[in-house]
C-alpha cells in the first residue's frame, strides 16, 4: 500500500491564480482531512469528509473548496492565491473517529509558496 | 480558549539517553491525547492515543502517560537513537472533528 499520496511536492503560485493539491489514499478509509501547518503553530484543519459525496468545514475553510467523488480522492482548491495562503498542506485519512480507528495517516505534504 | 502547549521547545540529548517531553492542554470538551512523530520534510506519524480513562500507553521505546485531572501528559522516550531526531506534537481532540495540535518539541538526538 502506498498509503496517502499529495502531488505536487512543491509549487509557486502568483497572487490571484488558481490550483488543486491532489490528495489519493489506497486504504479505504472514509475520513479524509486537509491540514495547514504555518511555520512554528500548530496544524489547523481547512476542511474534512467522512465519505464520498460528504464534506464540511474544518477551523481554517476560507479561500478552500473541496470535493471527494471517490473513496479515494481529496483535491483542496485554491480559487484565488493569496500570500497567507503560504503554507505547508497536508491530507490525512483515517478508517475511523474513535481510539485505534481514528489513527489519521498523513501524506508527505505539499509545500505552497505565493508571491 | 482551547490549547495546547508542549514543552520543551527544543531538546538536544545524546544518543542512548532517555528523555521526557511535556504537553499541558486547556481543551473541553476531551475526547482523547495523541502524540505524533513528524520527521523534517514529512508528514506526522502516529506514535499513541490515550483516552481518558487509559493513564499509560507505550509504543516500543515510547511511553506516554496521561493526566486528565491535571490535564498534562508526557511522552518518554527511552535509550534514544539517532532516527528519534523530530518534531513530536501532542493533539487533543475537543469533539468530533476539533484537533487541537500544539507546536511541537524538536528534539536533537547526537551520536
Known amino acids: 500500500n502506498a498509503g496517502v499520496t499529495q502531488t505536487p511536492k512543491f509549487r509557486i503560485l502568483k497572487i490571484g491564480q488558481s490550483m488543486t493539491l491532489q490528495c489519493t489514499q489506497d486504504m479505504n478509509h472514509n475520513y479524509m482531512y486537509w491540514y495547514r501547518q504555518d511555520p512554528g503553530m500548530g496544524l489547523k484543519l481547512i476542511y474534512y469528509?467522512?465519505?464520498?459525496?460528504?464534506?464540511d468545514k474544518g477551523e481554517v475553510p476560507n479561500g478552500y473548496n473541496v470535493s471527494r467523488s471517490t473513496t479515494e480522492d481529496f483535491p483542496l482548491r485554491l480559487e484565488l492565491a493569496a500570500p497567507s495562503q503560504t503554507s505547508v498542506y497536508f491530507c490525512?485519512?483515517?478508517?475511523?473517529?474513535?481510539?485505534?480507528?481514528?489513527?489519521?495517516?498523513f501524506g508527505p505534504g505539499t509545500r505552497l509558496l505565493v508571491l | 480558549k482551547n490549547q495546547v502547549e508542549q514543552s520543551p521547545q527544543s531538546l538536544i540529548i545524546l544518543e542512548g539517553k532517555n528523555c521526557t517531553l511535556q504537553c499541558n492542554y486547556t481543551v473541553s470538551p476531551f475526547s482523547n491525547l495523541r502524540w505524533y512523530k513528524q520527521d523534517t520534510g514529512r508528514g506526522p506519524v502516529s506514535l499513541t492515543i490515550?483516552?481518558?480513562?487509559?493513564n499509560t500507553k507505550s509504543n516500543g521505546r515510547y511511553t506516554a502517560t496521561l493526566d486528565a485531572d491535571t490535564k498534562q501528559s508526557s511522552l518518554h522516550i527511552t535509550a534514544s537513537q539517532l532516527s528519534d531526531s523530530a518534531s513530536y506534537i501532542c493533539?487533543?481532540?475537543?469533539?468530533?472533528?476539533?484537533?487541537?495540535f500544539g507546536t511541537g518539541t524538536r528534539l536533537k538526538v547526537l551520536a
Open positions: 490525512a485519512s483515517s478508517l475511523g473517529l474513535a481510539e485505534t480507528r481514528g489513527t489519521q495517516y
Open positions: 493533539v487533543v481532540s475537543a469533539g468530533t472533528y476539533k484537533y487541537i
Open positions: 469528509s467522512v465519505g464520498a459525496g460528504i464534506t
Open positions: 490515550m483516552t481518558f480513562s487509559e
